[in-house]
């Protein structure tokens, strides 16, 4: 068993600035996950009719234009990634990326990531950008993490998240990654997906995982390992109003997420202003991610059933001895068990 390990963050006592800070870090990355997709579509949109049509005309062209970038790797941008407003978000919870084991970059990965929780903002302060050194735990892996197709359509927020190393999660995307001559590609994929959003309950440990087995198929074609990820406390930083299964509100969740690919979900945070008032600022929950050991994976390009249900039970295996390898020292208590659905 290997030994964690983890890049120390600074353990000065936070000064009144620091704290505003990390709020705005934390803000701004929930008005920018919730609005700025659909808040740019409006504004390209409304502009069409307005004297500033030319911009719209601009944004509709670039959108026509570059349309298979997404699915060829991206534009990613190692400035943006190492913007220190990252850095901030990082502090205000605090996040922290715990490394278990080597991951050589002589072969290609997939990353499990779990659970979604609301917004992924551990994966995507642990992946998507350098505020916890993923470069220096991992040298010479490219972290890719791969979110909704859909979002790839928005104009001008389809290229700020390219920015960060983000892909589409559909096959063409993600063979295309994997098939790159330089190896060390690992692509992070959220296994529960938006499903598992609505039960990303505080304290509540429950993954959309016994049938998902995409991502297993991904890494038998490409000879990938596969590697649990778990993030502690991805589930805390919001409240969540979970409706029971079979109920109308839920049937509603689960068929505008058919149609749409994401589910909507009634949650809050505190207020920006006051801890004690609703609002949409993340309560400042510790997220701890631990990246588990490589499971290694042959390269099958037909796998058959049998090899994909032997990995994806290996997998989950591995899955839940990381889970209880860390719970404790993550603040999950002793008796709380992984629940698969």
Request: proline share 7%; aromatic share 14%; hydrophobic share 45%.
């Amino acid at each position: 068993m290997g030994v964690a390990t983890t890049l120390p963050l600074p353990t000065t006592s936070k000064t009144l600035q620091k704290q505003h800070l990390e709020a705005v870090g934390a803000y701004q990355y929930v008005l920018t996950f919730l609005f700025m997709g659909p808040f740019f579509s409006l504004l390209v949109f409304v502009l069409l009719f307005t004297s500033l049509w030319p911009f719209s005309v601009f944004c509709l062209v670039w959108l026509y234009v570059d349309w298979d970038t997404p699915n060829q790797g991206g534009r990613r941008s190692e400035w943006i990634r190492n913007w220190a407003i990252w850095r901030q978000l990082r502090d205000y919870y605090p996040v922290k990326l715990v490394k278990t084991a080597e991951l050589p970059p002589d072969r290609n990965y997939v990353l499990g990531a779990h659970p979604h929780g609301i917004m992924c903002t551990g994966f995507l302060c642990n992946f998507s950008t350098e505020s916890n050194g993923f470069s220096q735990l991992f040298p010479g892996l490219r972290p890719w993490l791969a979110v909704l197709a859909g979002l790839f359509y928005l104009p001008v927020y389809r290229d700020y998240i390219m920015s960060f190393g983000l892909c589409p999660v559909s096959r063409q995307s993600l063979d295309f990654i994997l098939s790159q001559p330089q190896l060390g590609q690992a692509v992070v994929i959220m296994v529960g997906g938006a499903h598992e959003a609505l039960y990303s309950v505080p304290g509540e440990h429950c993954l959309t995982l016994q049938k998902r087995k995409g991502f297993v198929r991904l890494a038998l074609r490409h000879g990938a390992s596969l590697v649990p990820v778990y993030s502690f406390g991805e589930n805390d930083i919001f409240r969540l109003k979970a409706f029971a299964t079979g109920s109308w509100q839920h049937w509603c969740q689960l068929t505008f997420k058919k149609f749409m690919g994401f589910s909507p979900c009634i949650f809050w945070g505190r207020g920006l202003f006051s801890a004690t008032s609703w609002g949409l600022l993340p309560f400042a929950v510790p997220i701890t991610t631990v990246v588990g050991r490589p499971i290694p994976v042959p390269q099958r390009l037909h796998p058959t059933e049998e090899e994909v249900n032997h990995y994806h039970a290996l997998y989950m295996m591995a899955l839940e001895q990381l889970f209880e390898e860390h719970k404790e020292s993550c603040g999950v208590p002793a008796s709380t068990c992984l629940t698969f659905i």
